[in-house]
């Protein structure tokens, strides 16, 4: 393909992004989807969108799921591969349509894009083992072909603060952690964070924040709410992150 439209949880920029990413694209040209804009605020969006320019990388906001961003990501596309025709021109060749390809983590919402792009209803399932599948190129417009189905991105099972980050964002199946830690984690992050605080935690759930220990929060809330179950706790924390009941806003800040 001649260009990587690389998808990004805008809630985890960095925890969604692969190191081996730069290596993998070559001489591709890259585009940074950050989706699921609406679940950060404009503060976090403009501060991504200054970090991006100020690398020289295109970055474009989405939300998969209502469709923004689509369009513009389409024009981006065409545009970031323009050199291919003229390279080809120079050689005395035809033009041809540019090619796209989707990629990032799971469950960041790529199929989303590409269903939205496509106007279809339903991606095809990524290949499970044993099934053989086509991949097909799939005409977008005029001089634009796009892989009808993402590549996934590997997760990095070694980084531990990526993981828990993709666990607090519901970006890894629930089976594969524990969520009393996980909630523990979140908390410990919100109650630093300039936009959420303590008193959002008391507002919320009606108990004062004792200290700045996410286990120790966790075990209140159980006694308070749900007779001293951990995991239930837990679970309406995440859940109410998830939600935007502390705001909508951004886990990670870019590096300064
Ligand atoms: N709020 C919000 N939800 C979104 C957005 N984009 C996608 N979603 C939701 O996120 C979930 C995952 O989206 P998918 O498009 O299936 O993600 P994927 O990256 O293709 O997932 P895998 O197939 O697991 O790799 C779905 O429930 C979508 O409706 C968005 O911009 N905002």
Redesign the pocket.
Known sequence: MDVVIE?RDARIPLATTHPKMDSWLGNRRRIIVM?????VSADDRNAWATYFSSQGIKVIY?????G?GTMKLGRMAKSAASTVNTRRREKGLLPRPVRAGIV????????????RLLKRRM?P??PRPGVTRELKWVRFGKDLELLDS?G?LPMRISDQTAALKLAICDDIGERSYDFADVAAILVQILLRHPAVGSEAFRKRYKIDVDSDCGKLFVTKLSVHLFNGDTTQAAFRILSDFRKGRFGWVALERPPT
């Open positions: 998808v989706n699921r804009e609406d679940m989405s939300n998969g799921q209502l923004m990032g983590y799971p469950n960041v919402g790529k199929s989303s894009l590409i269903n991606c399932a990524a993402p996934i």
